[in-house]
């Protein structure tokens, strides 16, 4: 173990300059894009789920500079709880001792969480397909390989299809307050049948229809003639990373259609929808994350409409 390294809880803000510091010297050398600023961090630790007493955990050395961060991020209630591990760790110090440091406090707090909900728990974890270093740890602190996702991407100077929505249906904008339980209940419902589904909840949808990046004009429902929600999309521009990356890119962040209206086109139609709301916004390029082994066709969706993939990541899990 690394000499005189030493554990702490976050506290608070006054963290947040040193946690950016440290996120940011790490971009610099892994070029992940994963860099980050002090609002952003912000928006990130007081999201509604997130104990930031518990979760987060920073680690010094001997001076008392900051070397190491981790977050966990805890799943709502289930028949398994899961915890998703992310842990930096500046570029010379990394020898393994402060990552498999990190695992350590990972596992130890997902007990804790194990005993709280009286419910088991996995550890998880995520590294890019061309990050050796961090595949080597995880395999090293025995996470396995569970699941494979692409980044992929889309000129949005290229040529559109309009969408055509099936008879019946209406295409809208989402109104945050009158629709936040409608919303969550067909977003819950869209994708309870998907790899890894946890609930998600009415006071995370609330919180996250507050922050700056949230414009209302990218968040598209279609509802049928019963007034059933039945497909969503919500796109996002985030422009501290776009000022980071010297990119013009908005996200497809959602894309969703419920259970008993599949396989009609709804999921196409919301898709070419948010692609024309997101160049009309001024964006150049769509980009989006998908589960590349989706039982519902997400991957084909999304190359019949000229995305392609440019990125490949890797879950990892270690049961508890």
Not at 162 to 172: A, D, I, K, N, T
Request: proline share 3%.
């Amino acid at each position: 173990m690394m000499a005189n390294l030493s554990a702490r809880c976050y506290a608070g803000d006054r963290d947040l300059d040193a946690i950016a510091n440290l996120i940011n010297t790490c971009e610099e050398v892994d070029r992940l894009d994963e860099g980050t600023s002090i609002s952003e961090l912000q928006q990130e630790f007081n999201e509604p789920s997130l104990d930031v007493a518990r979760d987060i955990c920073l680690w010094e050395d001997a001076e008392g500079k900051l070397i190491g961060f981790a977050q966990l991020s805890v799943s709502e209630p289930g028949e398994v709880i899961d915890g998703w591990l992310s842990f930096r760790v500046r570029p010379d110090a990394r020898s393994g001792d402060v990552e498999a440091a990190a695992i350590a406090w990972g596992e130890v707090r997902m007990r804790e969480v194990s005993t709280m909900r009286s419910a088991p728990v996995k550890l998880r974890s995520w590294a890019r397909a061309e990050d050796c270093d961090r595949i080597s740890v995880l395999a090293s602190c025995g996470f396995r390989a569970d699941r494979y996702f692409f980044r992929m991407a889309r000129s949005l100077c290229e040529q559109i299809p309009e969408p055509q929505f099936p008879e019946g249906f209406l295409l809208r904008q989402v109104s945050c307050e009158q629709d936040a339980e409608a919303w969550v209940e067909m977003f819950n419902q869209s994708f309870i049948d998907h790899w890894n589904h946890h609930d998600f909840t009415v006071e995370k949808s609330n919180y996250y229809s507050t922050l700056p990046n949230y414009r209302n004009e990218l968040d598209s429902i279609a509802v049928a003639a019963d007034g059933t929600f039945a497909a969503f999309c919500y796109c996002e521009i985030n422009p501290d990373e776009n000022d980071r990356t010297g990119r013009n890119e908005g996200w497809i962040c959602v894309l969703g259609t419920r259970r008993g209206f599949r396989k009609i086109g709804l999921g196409r139609a919301m898709l070419l929808a948010g692609l024309h709301r997101l160049k009309a916004a001024g964006v150049e390029t769509a980009i989006l994350g998908v589960d590349a082994e989706n039982s519902c066709g997400a991957l084909r969706l999304y190359e019949s409409v000229g995305f392609h993939n440019i990125r490949k990541s890797i879950s990892y899990v270690k049961d508890i």
